[in-house]
């Protein structure tokens, strides 16, 4: 079961643009959702999450935008650069009182051209 | 910067074999989890920890997996028999109770031959 979809594998850019990245839900008990940048031969890091009574988080370059009715998130980085070029995932979960795992999406490969 | 530290970064193993999988969480976290990312396909959830129990753990963390804290340090993985299937890359990672970010370690290579 595909909870967490990122239906673009991948997504070219050019450098100095917005990079739009999308992401559907479909379980609605998640409480909160992260995004992740994942290098090759390396874990996936932490970008930026946030909580379903937001509608927007912000950090530098990159914004997060959740629409809790249409169960959908996109993640937006201003300006593109070239070490952006990674797989992003989106992941989500929920309170259930304790060390609660995430649910991750496959990934969209972002690529900027120069 | 702290992070979440993992060995080895690649593991050789045959059908059959004991694994175990380590990890050094960051030193103030206190929840720590284990998921797998099969070549290609989604990273997945394994199993969470606290106070010197397990959390939560999804279907796949059957009775061939367990976890333990052996010491004040690390956090182990280990697969008891392991298949063909099991091969796939092992990130560990912790989080801060009440925090939902969660920060992941660089992953094992587990290969089963």
């Known amino acids: 079961d595909q909870q967490v979809k990122q239906n673009s594998p991948s997504l070219s850019v050019q450098e100095g643009r917005i990079s739009i990245l999308n992401c559907d839900y479909t379980n609605s008990m998640f409480d909160y959702f992260l995004w992740y940048k994942k290098y090759p031969a390396e874990g996936p890091t932490f970008l930026i999450s946030i909580s379903s009574i937001k509608d927007k988080n912000e950090d530098g370059r990159f914004t997060v935008f959740l629409n809790k009715s249409a169960k959908h998130l996109s993640l937006h980085i201003v300006p593109s650069q070239p070490g952006d070029s990674a797989v992003y995932f989106c992941a989500a979960g929920y309170f259930k009182g304790g060390a609660d795992g995430l649910t991750f999406g496959k990934g969209t490969h972002l690529i900027i051209q120069p | 910067e702290p992070e979440v530290t993992q060995t080895p970064s690649h593991q050789v193993t045959q059908m059959g074999q004991e694994v175990i999988l380590r990890c050094v969480p960051i030193?103030?976290?206190?929840?720590f989890y284990w998921y797998r990312q099969i070549l290609g396909q989604k990273v997945e959830f394994l199993v969470s920890f606290y106070n010197n129990e397990i959390s939560e753990k999804s279907e796949i963390f059957d009775d061939q997996f367990s976890v333990e804290r052996p010491d004040g340090s690390n956090f182990t993985l280990k697969i008891r028999s392991t298949k063909l299937e099991d091969s796939a890359m092992y990130f560990c990672?912790?989080?801060?109770?009440?925090?939902?970010?969660?920060?992941f370690g660089p992953g094992t290579r587990l290969t089963v031959t």
């Open positions: 030193s103030n976290h206190l929840y």
């Open positions: 990672a912790s989080s801060v109770p009440v925090h939902y970010e969660q920060y």
